[in-house]
Nanobody, 124 residues
Framework: QVQLAEFGGGTVQAGDSLRLRCEVS????????RAWFRQAPGKQREFVGA???????YYGDSVKGRFTISRDSDKNTFYLQMNSLSSDDTAVYYC??????????????????WGQGTQVTVSS
């Protein structure tokens, strides 16, 4: 069973940057997508972005232009670089692994494996 684990959460000031890391226990297989989601208190889980096996990336509208997903080609690790953070970005951030079709890449229910989550708090 593949396992995911997030690292790098914390408390930062508005305008700061933070980088999250997701370590995957096995090399993802062809057709997979590695994604980041977040969930703020009282809100639904929100798509942040995804990195497909092909290398293409996709982002949610609320983070486009500020957040970047990348991967370490030699390791089973991918990252979420978050810039220009605001209090609206405060949430628990989860990394996930799945095999969604492109049309479903933003849907959390199409991802089978999840990390435990890491808290990101942005103070204004």
């Amino acid at each position: 069973q593949v396992q995911l684990a997030e690292f790098g959460g914390g408390t930062v000031q508005a305008g700061d940057s933070l980088r999250l890391r997701c370590e995957v226990s096995e090399r993802p297989s062809s057709g997979s997508a590695r994604a980041w989601f977040r969930q703020a208190p009282g809100k639904q889980r929100e798509f942040v972005g995804a990195l497909r096996y092909s290398g293409h990336t996709y982002y949610g509208d609320s983070v486009k232009g500020r957040f970047t997903i990348s991967r370490d080609s030699d390791k089973n690790t991918f990252y979420l670089q978050m810039n220009s953070l605001s209090s609206d970005d405060t949430a628990v951030y989860y990394c996930a692994l799945g095999w969604p079709a492109l049309s479903g890449i933003t849907l959390p229910n199409l991802y089978r494996i999840w990390g435990q989550g890491t808290q990101v708090t942005v103070s204004s």
